[in-house]
């Protein structure tokens, strides 16, 4: 009996489980059949059976050029990246295991900075990036992205450094390790899974913002999400042509996502149960 | 002697590949379906003019207002052209943010111009913005269900002909509507729509002292009309439909009317996206005989910014791409049916383009009876069709549009929608220092 009402459970779990997951994915899902659709079947209603149709695609290779916008996605979203954490992990690891009475209260005033709206600042960023001439440059949006993600690269590292044991660090203080080979050699390898899963999780933020990388670039430095926002047209049907575009846009991360998703789970749920 | 020979040459060398380096120019553009065609017809223009480099960034329409104005207001220098509408030309052109065309070319022909359009366009007199094109709006009807009505679509309809004909039309259980209206919130959507009727109406957002004018009859009789209009003969979720909704359902055959922009024209004649493209018919935006009609005027033009460092490359292509001689380069590769509407009176004297399109005469009339200068019946301090040109429109327009698409909906009351929008007007008002 006990095990007939183990199997339903387990039954009913799953099934919520892949309900759950459905309507996530499906918004994804059905941007993906919209690109195979014509822009008159597109905009007729629901249906989730397309005509099968490339027109879309074929349209939006000719009308952008992907290949320059994909490129600069690339070297944002990787570059802002291991800036941030060459910034975040030495102030993670301070924080974690040096710290003082005003370290929550730093804490809570880095994450403070991400509950504001963006556009509030938008005039001074502007003026900051003409006057030092980095308006539309893959630095300037580079280092833009690490700043916006920061905080939250900090917060990550710190939960996870917070689980690693005060006490190995000591005894490789002990042995004689430097700051430096205890960073390198002992908290490192410990905090891989943390580390991967925040660097992924930072990839994909800096890879979908969209706020700055359209507002800070022209052409030199616009990423994919500029190659999207040029297909929304006021006067014409371009819901197909648009779905082709974020199709081809968020197809790399889909497959980063898609190969890294154990790292992913792993350094997510690292120290969620002890 | 060999050295100083070489040493010439490299110098002269060096000095050649420096003047031959291509100058770029950055231009901001909205996704049409011309400036796209105008985007790959861009060739004709670099053989001609080899050292200058084109750049294109497209953008959807808000965003594209949103950071050239930022650009602009903050001297960013990021754009040399931009694509912008007959809102903000008036506007930036007092606040010496464009630079006057004065350097189009003899040839280019400024008098060519549609006087609407160019006066849309002017301030004292100098042109701030080149036309790419232009439009108007009018009635597309659909003739085989007028025809069933037993109606005839007059040339210049009334109001309340355009009611008694939707009552006809309608036929629910065939998925067809009388009348299919924009109801979208947004100062360029319903309020495009809603400010232009209003001038039918005889009604006026403020009078000659600013004072906001919501709570006049006129706009009661305009919203009224157009709710209760609506509610007997539209699309069901209409306060969600804007010009592309419109287009599709009018293209599915679902719409005997649509009043809209006239360059919806090519699409619903287009027998590859509509499907009643042989059955529609256009006449006038319809009016209350008060001597003003329902139609606003638009142009899409492209502009200099005064930040910029190129300018004269940036005025050669403004040039080239509202000449006459592009229009003859878009008939020559795609045909005459897909030149940009609406910039040159030569145009619709062309017969081939007449032949073309059958909505041109339509098209004309409507741009010509549009008056940007003096849009009401009423006397009005401000400038413009379907928008007031004052900087804090966008906003006010937006806001209420709000509260009309809500009424649209059954949210709220036409009077209360009109009493908010009163007190929206007025605090707007107040705060930009017109009235105290």
């Not at chain 1, 941030?84 to 040096?98: D, E, I, Q, R």
């Not at chain 1, 042995?175 to 992924?200: F, Y």
């Not at chain 2, 010439?8 to 909205?30: D, K, R």
């Not at chain 2, 609407?116 to 002017?122: C, Y």
Request: glycine share 6%.
């Amino acid at each position: 009996m006990a095990r007939a009402v183990t199997t339903q459970h387990k039954t009913i779990a799953t099934a919520a489980a892949w309900i759950v997951a459905l309507l996530i994915f499906f918004p994804i899902l059905y941007t993906i059949i919209t690109s195979f659709k014509s822009e008159q079947e597109a905009i007729q209603g629901f249906a989730l059976i397309p005509s099968g149709t490339m027109e879309s695609y074929a349209e939006v290779q000719a009308q952008s050029g992907y290949f320059k916008f994909f490129l600069n996605s690339v070297i944002l979203s990787v570059g802002s990246t291991v800036l941030a954490l060459l910034v975040a992990v030495p102030a993670a690891w301070s924080m974690a295991f040096s710290p003082t009475k005003r370290t929550k209260d730093i804490l809570m005033w880095m994450l403070s900075t991400k509950m504001m709206p963006a556009v509030a600042v938008l005039f001074p960023i502007y003026l900051i990036f003409r006057d030092t001439g980095l308006l539309d440059s893959r630095i300037g949006l580079t280092i833009m992205l690490m700043l916006i993600n920061l905080p939250i690269v900090v917060w990550m590292l710190y939960t996870y450094f917070r689980e690693i044991p005060g006490e190995i660090l000591e005894a490789a203080r002990m042995d004689g390790a430097s700051l430096w080979n205890e960073i390198i050699h002992v908290l490192t390898p410990m905090a891989v899974p943390g580390i991967a899963s925040t660097m992924l999780l930072n990839i994909i933020l800096a890879w979908n913002e969209a706020f700055w990388t359209i507002r800070l670039t022209t052409t030199n430095a616009a990423p994919l999400t500029a190659f999207i926002s040029s297909f929304s047209s006021p006067q014409g049907l371009f819901w197909a042509k648009l779905s082709a575009a974020s199709t081809l846009a968020i197809a790399p991360i889909l497959i980063m996502g898609w190969f890294s998703q154990k790292q992913l789970v792993r350094g997510l749920t690292f120290g969620a149960v002890k | 002697m060999k050295l100083r020979t070489l040493t010439l040459g490299l110098l002269s060398a060096s000095a050649l590949a420096f003047a031959a380096h291509a100058e770029s120019i950055t231009i901001a553009t909205v996704n049409n379906g011309d400036m796209v065609r105008m985007q790959k017809l861009t060739d004709d223009f670099t053989k001609a003019n080899p050292d200058i480099q084109l750049n294109w960034v497209t953008l959807e329409e808000n965003v594209l207002r949103e950071r050239v104005t930022t650009d602009i207001a903050t001297k960013g220098g990021q754009y040399d052209v931009m694509t912008i509408g007959t809102y903000e030309v008036p506007i930036w052109a007092k606040q010496s943010w464009l630079l006057p065309l004065d350097k189009l070319g003899d040839d280019y022909d400024v008098k060519d111009i549609i006087p609407a359009i160019a006066g849309g366009l002017s301030v004292d007199g100098k042109l701030y913005a080149a036309p790419f094109y232009g439009e108007s709006s009018f009635v597309m009807y659909r003739k085989d269900l007028m025809e069933k009505a037993g109606l005839k679509m007059p040339d210049a309809p009334t109001w309340d002909f355009i009611k008694q004909a939707a009552d006809k039309m309608t036929d629910r259980a065939n998925g067809v509507n009388g009348v299919c209206l924009r109801g979208k919130a947004g100062w360029g959507e319903n309020m495009a729509f809603l400010t232009a009727m209003s001038n039918s109406f005889g009604a006026r957002w403020f009078d000659e002292n600013w004072k906001p004018q919501f709570d006049q009859p006129e706009w009661k009789n305009t919203l009224q009309f157009y709710v209760d209009l609506m509610k007997a003969d539209g699309p069901e979720g209409a306060s969600s439909n804007g010009f592309n909704e419109n287009l599709a359902l009018f293209q599915q055959g679902k719409c005997g009317m649509w009043i809209d922009a006239t360059v919806a024209a090519s699409f619903v004649s287009d027998p590859k996206a509509s499907q009643v493209a042989d059955k529609v018919g256009y006449a006038l935006a319809p009016d209350n005989g008060l001597g003003k009609r329902g139609n606003w005027l638009w142009a899409w033009s492209l502009a200099i910014p005064a930040g910029t460092q190129k300018a004269d490359a940036a005025e050669k292509f403004v040039s080239w791409a509202t000449s006459k001689h592009y229009a003859e380069l878009v008939a020559s590769k795609e045909g005459w049916a897909n030149v940009p509407p609406g910039t040159r009176s030569s145009l619709y004297a062309n017969a081939e383009y007449q032949k073309a399109a059958p909505f041109a005469k339509m098209t004309l009339d409507s741009i010509n009876a549009a008056d940007p200068t003096h849009p009401t019946v009423k006397p009005v301090p401000y400038v413009g069709v379907q928008f007031v040109a004052i900087p804090e429109f966008q906003g006010l327009g937006t806001t209420v549009g709000q509260l009309f698409s809500a009424a649209l909906a059954g949210q709220s009351s036409v009077d209360d929608a009109l009493k908010q929008a009163q007190d929206a007007a007025t605090a707007a008002m107040t705060e930009g220092g017109y009235i105290k």
